[in-house]
């Protein structure tokens, strides 16, 4: 039997007790309504019920960033990727939590301007 061969760049030690931490990733999104207590939007990417993240709307829909918890998360279909892959698409309902005055005051606008049919333009969502 052979020896075994390190094969990691850096130094890694393990760590006693286990301690949390917390991942953040990007997740490209599509925004397919908002209201005053959440949105629901279209992706590639499984989202567990009850997961909490960030909403970062673009800056034609205020720019807010917004603390959200998935609350509804179904497939509602699949898609060809760039490269011919099949892609699931699924479909989530977010619930705002906590939102501040200035935030709840800026997603009014935001409401008001979408509601009179104002054009807003495309921008990134991201969750």
Same mark, same amino acid.
């Given at each position: ?10 130094? /890694?030690? *393990? ?5 949390? =931490?917390? !991942?953040? %990733?990007?997740?490209? %999104? ?34 807010? !960033?917004?603390?959200?918890?998935v ?9 060809? =990727?760039? *490269? ?10 977010l ?13 009014? =606008?935001?409401l ?6 104002? %054009?807003?333009? *495309?921008? /990134?969502?991201?969750?």
């Open positions: 039997m052979g020896a075994f061969v390190e094969r990691r760049r850096g130094r /890694r030690v *393990s760590i006693p007790g286990r301690p949390g =931490g917390r !991942v953040r %990733a990007t997740l490209e %999104a599509r925004l397919l309504d908002l209201g005053s207590t959440g949105a629901r939007i279209e992706h590639h990417n499984l989202l567990r019920l009850g997961f909490t993240c960030t909403l970062e709307l673009p800056p034609a829909l205020g720019a807010l !960033v917004l603390s959200v918890r609350v509804r998360s179904a497939v509602v279909g699949t898609e060809t =990727g760039p *490269s011919g892959e099949r892609l699931l698409r699924y479909e989530s309902g619930a705002f939590l906590d939102l501040t005055a200035a935030q709840q005051a800026t997603l009014e =606008g935001v008001d301007r979408l509601a009179s049919g104002e %054009a807003l333009g *495309s921008g /990134r969502l991201v969750l």
